[in-house]
Antibody, heavy 112, light 108 residues
Framework: EVQLVESGGDLVQPGGSLRLSCAAS????????MSWVRQAPGKGLEWVAN????????YYVDSVKGRFTISRDNAKNSVYLQMNSLRTEDTAVYYC?????WGQGTLVTVSS | SYELTQPPSVSVSPGQTARITCSGD??????AYWYQQKSGQAPVKVIY???KRPSGIPERFSGSSSGTMAILTIYGAQVEDEADYYC???????????FGGGTKLTVL
């Protein structure tokens, strides 16, 4: 059974940084693309970024390009999202995802 | 940028069939996924790869795809199926993903 456990969400001031982590189990991690998606309070779902199985390709939604970086460590079965220059509109629950399966999410709140 | 279009709302009576559509130019070449999100809960996958149903999802949930449209059909909708439903797919490159705007299903 696929298990994805996100961590690292917190309250941060605008302009600040945060690193999210996702620990994966129940599948052969190194064989799969991984994604981050998010949902702002009261809003719809938004795909944020994904990374190829070997880490050589990364793609981002336009609103986070240049600010967020997705990475992975196949030895640790983990994927990360480094978020810099955070804005209030980045406030959301962030989910780690693989092949349509998601974790329970971690809350990021950007506020002064 | 690529977009998936869903109706904002669908309303049916209990026991009726609910159909939720999702249109996108790349859907003839890319799989669609469907998620159900009940109030205050994390989304749950109800259909993947256009037509497949995860274990534990009731048989009344069915997915189909034709041309530029993916369809989620709920046969004999129940009150407990009231939720927001989102389609999810990628653009023609397969690298950039997007959600539809979501459809609020009302069963009453």
């Amino acid at each position: 059974e696929v298990q994805l456990v996100e961590s690292g969400g917190d309250l941060v001031q605008p302009g600040g940084s945060l690193r999210l982590s996702c620990a994966a189990s129940g599948f052969i991690f190194r064989n799969y693309w991984m994604s981050w998606v998010r949902q702002a309070p009261g809003k719809g779902l938004e795909w944020v970024a994904n990374i190829k199985d070997d880490g050589t390709e990364k793609y981002y939604v336009d609103s986070v390009k240049g600010r967020f970086t997705i990475s992975r460590d196949n030895a640790k079965n983990s994927v990360y999202l480094q978020m810099n220059s955070l804005r209030t509109e980045d406030t959301a629950v962030y989910y780690c995802a693989v092949s349509g399966d998601w974790g329970q999410g971690t809350l990021v709140t950007v506020s002064s | 940028s690529y977009e998936l279009t869903q109706p904002p709302s669908v309303s049916v009576s209990p026991g009726q069939t609910a159909r939720i559509t999702c249109s996108g130019d790349a859907l003839p070449k890319r799989y669609a996924y469907w998620y159900q999100q009940k109030s205050g809960q994390a989304p749950v996958k109800v259909i993947y790869e256009d037509t497949k149903r995860p274990s534990g999802i009731p048989e009344r949930f069915s997915g189909s795809s034709s041309g530029t449209m993916a369809i989620l059909t709920i046969y004999g909708a129940q009150v407990e199926d009231e939720a927001d439903y989102y389609c999810y797919s990628s653009d023609s490159s397969g690298n950039v993903w997007v959600f539809g705007g979501g459809t609020k299903l009302t069963v009453l």
